[in-house]
């Protein structure tokens, strides 16, 4: 067996199944050796495409992602993914190859400090030494990257090293990192006594959760929004932790304009996990200051809080049942849903609209669906629009807001789960991955891309409008979404209004093949729209 094979083995016995990437010469070795350790290997188009795959993996099953990258230009074009997963705090880990440690002095054509470039957005770099134990260097690396706050790290593996024969005994490193302890916070009693009067003299809370982990459980959550009458608002990081017909979820918090209509009649604001990597960089603009549970020391939060305690939020909201005072009814968070949508629906026109198509499409997608927006104007319809079955299933690049994401998250999402998805993106990200699309074949689940074609980079057209500057940059082509989809073996549709969408929906799941669905709307009628949402 060789350095690599041990590699591969250990991922495949850490429980890792996929990679993704884009071969080099300098990963040959180890790419074989996924092949024969069981380790699927996808190969993307481009690298950041590949790192968004391995991220997306891991957002969905928990496990590390892992991307190979080549060594230079593979790891400088992987960057942008790399970022992503970095601020979502997605643990990847990254292996590159590297010149024979001989020649590296002398090396000048690819010859750049690549862990000098990753090292902003890593928590750990390595490189992989002749003599050095590889299985206890990847469990090193995957406990570095899975714990704490989460994030990738990069393994130099040169060529010359992993193909070598390998003599190490197993020294019980896998086996070490499934003993992982875990600890439970004891919060101040003192601070939690001070929210329990709080809260069961509030006459209107409300409670937002967000933060990156799963730290409330959908029963605690289901059953303080119940007994306590609280209606409650998801960040996007936390969409479908509270099921999408439990009569107090409220929504989606994004920090912006519309969910002013519920907190600026609330009393006690509660927030589990205010960390602000899934909303608007704005502070806080409703008028009562939160109360702030924090799972954690070190959450990236951006406000002030009335107090911050911290605590395991599933044992502090278990303990908080008595809502006495709540005047919230269900039909108060009826009436808000209701509200947030004719706000958003308002707009329309004779042609189609951007949010017609995210809600019509939405409307069609069955209920398990797995929704994944890219950055852009239909970003925020999305949030507020679609109906997540479970947490998970709402993918987006929430901190870095990278366009072209969608493309390569809906790929990796169903190659990872069979489980549908609806993939939304702006013509502009569309443009940026125009041939992946063809990475969703051979998934395990459908997958139906929504384009909005409005011909612009509408998001930044509307703001240069706004501040009365001219239109620089922000026009698109015309794009044939079928010719575009067929040309490279998917199927691919043009719509021009709500029915012909609708149309094209009708069976759309059914299908084995990817398809991209071309929604041609008018960019006009999505002025008022970014009026309603940011003010
Ligand atoms: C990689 C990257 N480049 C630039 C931006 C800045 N940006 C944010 S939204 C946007 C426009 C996106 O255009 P499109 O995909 O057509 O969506 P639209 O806003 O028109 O719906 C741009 C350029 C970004 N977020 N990511």
Same mark, same amino acid.
């Given at each position: 067996?060789?350095?690599?094979?041990?590699?591969?083995?250990?991922?495949?016995?850490?429980?890792?199944?996929?990679?993704?990437?884009?071969?080099?010469?300098?990963?040959?070795?180890?790419?074989?050796?996924?092949?024969?350790?069981?380790?699927?290997?996808?190969?993307?188009?481009?690298?950041?495409?590949?790192?968004?795959?391995?991220?997306?993996?891991?957002?969905?099953?928990?496990?590390?992602?892992?991307?190979?990258?080549?060594?230079?230009?593979?790891?400088?074009?992987?960057?942008?993914?790399?970022?992503?997963?970095?601020?979502?705090?997605?643990?990847?880990?990254?292996?590159?190859?590297?010149?024979?440690?001989?020649?590296?002095?002398?090396?000048?054509?690819?010859?750049?400090?690549?862990?000098?470039?990753?090292?902003?957005?890593?928590?750990?770099?390595?490189?992989?030494?002749?003599?050095?134990?590889?299985?206890?260097?990847?469990?090193?690396?995957?406990?570095?990257?899975?714990?704490?706050?989460?994030?990738?790290?990069?393994?130099?593996?040169?060529?010359?090293?992993?193909?070598?024969?390998?003599?190490?005994?197993?020294?019980?490193?896998?086996?070490?990192?499934?003993?992982?302890?875990?600890?439970?916070?004891?919060?101040?009693?003192?601070?939690?006594?001070?929210?329990?009067?709080?809260?069961?003299?509030?006459?209107?809370?409300?409670?937002?959760?967000?933060?990156?982990?799963?730290?409330?459980?959908?029963?605690?959550?289901?059953?303080?929004?119940?007994?306590?009458?609280?209606?409650?608002?998801?960040?996007?990081?936390?969409?479908?932790?509270?099921?999408?017909?439990?009569?107090?979820?409220?929504?989606?918090?994004?920090?912006?304009?519309?969910?002013?209509?519920?907190?600026?009649?609330?009393?006690?604001?509660?927030?589990?996990?205010?960390?602000?990597?899934?909303?608007?960089?704005?502070?806080?603009?409703?008028?009562?200051?939160?109360?702030?549970?924090?799972?954690?020391?070190?959450?990236?939060?951006?406000?002030?809080?009335?107090?911050?305690?911290?605590?395991?939020?599933?044992?502090?909201?278990?303990?908080?049942?008595?809502?006495?005072?709540?005047?919230?009814?269900?039909?108060?968070?009826?009436?808000?849903?209701?509200?947030?949508?004719?706000?958003?629906?308002?707009?329309?026109?004779?042609?189609?609209?951007?949010?017609?198509? !995210?809600?019509? #499409?939405? @409307? +069609? =997608?069955? %209920?398990?669906?797995?929704? &994944?927006?890219?950055?852009?104007?239909?970003?925020? *319809?999305?949030?507020?629009?679609?109906?997540?079955?479970?947490?998970?299933?709402?993918?987006?690049?929430?901190?870095?807001?990278?366009?072209?994401?969608? !493309?390569?998250? #809906?790929? @990796? +999402? =169903?190659? %990872?789960?069979?489980?549908? &998805?609806?993939?939304?993106?702006?013509?502009?990200? *569309?443009?940026?991955?125009?041939?992946?699309?063809?990475?969703?074949?051979?998934?395990?689940?459908?997958?139906?891309?929504?384009?909005?074609?409005?011909?612009?980079?509408?998001?930044?057209?509307?703001?240069?409008?706004?501040?009365?500057?001219?239109?620089?940059?922000?026009?698109?082509?015309?794009?044939?979404?079928?010719?575009?989809?067929?040309?490279?073996?998917?199927?691919?549709?043009?719509?021009?209004?709500?029915?012909?969408?609708?149309?094209?929906?009708?069976?759309?799941?059914?299908?084995?093949?990817?398809?991209?669905?071309?929604?041609?709307?008018?960019?006009?009628?999505?002025?008022?729209?970014?009026?309603?949402?940011?003010?």
């Amino acid at each position: 067996l060789t350095v690599a094979d041990r590699i591969a083995a250990t991922l495949a016995e850490l429980g890792i199944r996929r990679a993704y990437g884009l071969p080099g010469e300098d990963h040959m070795t180890l790419l074989d050796a996924f092949a024969g350790a069981g380790v699927e290997y996808r190969a993307a188009y481009n690298e950041s495409s590949a790192v968004i795959m391995a991220a997306t993996d891991a957002a969905i099953t928990g496990q590390p992602g892992v991307v190979v990258l080549s060594l230079a230009p593979g790891v400088s074009n992987g960057m942008n993914g790399l970022v992503h997963a970095h601020l979502e705090g997605l643990p990847v880990l990254v292996f590159s190859g590297a010149h024979p440690s001989a020649r590296r002095p002398f090396v000048i054509r690819q010859g750049f400090d690549t862990e000098e470039l990753v090292r902003p957005t890593t928590k750990w770099t390595a490189r992989l030494a002749e003599g050095a134990d590889p299985a206890a260097l990847v469990c090193k690396a995957v406990d570095i990257a899975m714990t704490g706050r989460r994030g990738p790290v990069y393994l130099e593996v040169p060529d010359d090293v992993v193909s070598a024969e390998e003599s190490f005994p197993d020294n019980g490193s896998v086996e070490l990192l499934r003993r992982t302890p875990t600890a439970t916070l004891t919060p101040d009693p003192a601070a939690v006594t001070r929210l329990a009067t709080r809260l069961s003299s509030a006459t209107r809370p409300v409670l937002v959760v967000g933060g990156r982990a799963a730290d409330v459980s959908r029963d605690v959550l289901a059953r303080f929004a119940a007994t306590v009458r609280c209606p409650v608002l998801l960040t996007s990081g936390q969409q479908g932790a509270l099921a999408p017909d439990h009569p107090y979820l409220a929504g989606t918090f994004l920090n912006g304009n519309l969910e002013a209509t519920l907190l600026e009649r609330s009393d006690l604001i509660l927030m589990v996990n205010p960390e602000g990597f899934d909303h608007y960089n704005r502070a806080w603009g409703y008028k009562t200051t939160p109360i702030a549970i924090t799972s954690a020391p070190d959450t990236e939060w951006l406000y002030t809080f009335d107090e911050r305690i911290l605590a395991d939020p599933e044992t502090l909201l278990t303990g908080l049942t008595s809502g006495g005072a709540s005047e919230w009814t269900e039909q108060d968070v009826t009436d808000y849903r209701a509200g947030i949508r004719a706000a958003l629906l308002q707009h329309t026109g004779d042609q189609l609209s951007a949010v017609e198509a !995210v809600d019509t #499409a939405l @409307a +069609a =997608a069955p %209920a398990e669906v797995r929704v &994944v927006a890219d950055a852009g104007f239909s970003k925020p *319809l999305v949030a507020l629009l679609a109906k997540i079955s479970e947490r998970g299933r709402y993918l987006a690049s929430n901190a870095l807001s990278t366009m072209g994401f969608s !493309v390569p998250a #809906a790929s @990796a +999402a =169903a190659h %990872a789960q069979a489980v549908p &998805v609806l993939a939304f993106l702006g013509d502009g990200s *569309l443009l940026m991955r125009a041939a992946e699309v063809a990475l969703a074949r051979d998934a395990q689940a459908p997958v139906v891309f929504l384009a909005v074609m409005d011909r612009s980079l509408s998001q930044i057209q509307i703001k240069q409008e706004r501040k009365k500057l001219r239109d620089v940059g922000v026009q698109l082509p015309e794009v044939d979404c079928q010719k575009l989809a067929e040309s490279v073996g998917i199927r691919g549709v043009d719509v021009h209004s709500v029915a012909e969408l609708r149309a094209a929906l009708d069976g759309a799941w059914e299908q084995d093949s990817p398809l991209l669905i071309g929604a041609h709307v008018d960019g006009a009628l999505s002025r008022p729209l970014f009026e309603v949402l940011r003010g």
